[in-house]
């Protein structure tokens, strides 16, 4: 039931974090994972304190579970 409810996670998670996700929209690169990238307007925030580090790190957490819940059966079977 769990997948179930992930079915429509990323538009959750930008409603969730829509500081963050404002921010996201102003990276240099679409494709932006916010951990490492130059022109990441996110990490930008964060080392600026307009961001918290305990959003941060949920944010990371809960982008890497719908990363993980987006897989097919088999891909998750080779990934455990």
Known sequence: MWELGNI???SGIDAT???ISRFSMQCRYRNCTHIHEDGCVVLSA???GKISMELYQSF???KKESVY?????SEKKKKR
């Open 69 to 73: 819940y987006g897989m097919s059966y």
């Open 8 to 10: 429509d996670l990323q």
């Open 17 to 19: 974090f829509e500081e």
């Open 60 to 62: 990371l957490k809960l």
């Open 46 to 48: 964060l080392k600026e």
